[in-house]
C-alpha cells in the first residue's frame, strides 16, 4: 500500500513552507470558528485546506514554487527576526554580554570563567567584571 502511495505521489509537488503555512492558518480558522460560530470563518477554512491540498497534490512545479518564493519573499523579515532571537536565546547559555560604558559596544564573555578583566575591542576600556 504504501508503494502505491509512493508511485502515485511520483511528480507531485508536495508540501513546502507555504502550504505550513496554509494548513497551519487552516486549523487557527477552525478552532476560531468553534468559539465564534460564524459560517463564514468556516468556509475561508474550507477553501484554505482545499487550496492547501492541491497546491500538495499538483503537478505544475512552476506555479506552486512561484507562489512559494513569493510567501519567503515576503515573511523572511519576520522570519529572520526569529531566527536571531533564537539564536540569541542559545547564545546567552553559554555566554555573557556585556556592555561597554565608553563606547555602547556589546562584548561576549564565555561563563564560568570567574572574575576577569574585560577589555573592550572597539575602545580598549578595561573593567571587571564576573563571567
Not at 25 to 36: C, D, G, R
Amino acid at each position: 500500500m504504501r508503494e502505491k502511495l509512493r508511485r502515485w505521489m511520483q511528480g507531485r509537488y508536495g508540501m513546502d513552507e507555504f502550504g505550513n503555512f496554509l494548513v497551519w492558518t487552516t486549523l487557527v480558522l477552525m478552532i476560531v470558528n468553534l468559539f465564534a460560530g460564524v459560517w463564514v470563518i468556516y468556509w475561508i477554512a474550507i477553501a484554505l485546506l482545499f487550496f492547501s491540498y492541491s497546491r500538495v497534490l499538483s503537478r505544475n512545479y512552476a506555479r506552486c514554487s512561484a507562489q512559494n518564493r513569493w510567501y519567503l519573499n515576503r515573511t523572511r523579515k519576520i522570519r529572520e527576526l526569529f531566527s536571531k532571537a533564537s539564536s540569541r536565546r542559545m547564545m546567552r547559555r553559554q555566554y555573557h554580554i556585556y556592555t561597554c560604558k565608553q563606547c555602547r559596544q556589546k562584548i561576549r564573555i564565555p561563563k564560568g570563567k570567574g572574575k576577569i578583566i574585560v577589555t573592550c575591542p572597539k575602545c580598549k576600556h578595561e573593567f571587571v567584571k564576573k563571567s
